[in-house]
């Protein structure tokens, strides 16, 4: 590095500018939740697999060593997809308002 060039300090934003400027409560902040996204994957495919477990003939049966395997994975499936459901309703994603946006509504103050 020769004499000539300057070292310019690298800016980093704080916490504070990190955070979203519009974190609003909305039915389209829902959508990105993964959990209903992932259970509700689940719950078909395992519907899928419970149907198609049912029509399974003895042949395909006996290579799975007795065993219905697509049926008893569709049931996994189904409950691990309607435990995701469940959990993304218990516990709903939420949006905190920033401190900021509460002082720009309330009236100020003195004067």
């Known amino acids: ?19 979203p400027k519009d974190a609003v409560e909305s039915a389209a902040s829902k959508l990105f939740d993964l959990r209903i996204m992932i259970g509700g994957l689940f719950t078909f495919y395992g519907v899928a697999l419970i149907i198609y477990g049912f029509f399974t003939g003895d042949a395909e049966i006996a290579k799975s060593a007795g065993i219905h395997i697509n049926l008893w994975l569709g049931v996994g499936m189904l409950v691990l997809g309607l ?6 309703k218990l516990a709903p994603v939420t949006h905190e308002i920033p401190p900021s946006a509460d002082a720009a509504v309330s009236p100020p103050t003195g004067h």
């Not at 004499?3 to 310019?8: A, T």
């Not at 435990?83 to 993304?88: C, D, E, G, I, S």
């Open 83 to 88: 435990l995701f459901l469940l959990w993304a």
């Open 1 to 19: 590095m020769s004499h000539h060039e300057q070292h310019q300090p690298h800016y980093e934003p704080s916490s504070e500018e990190m955070k």
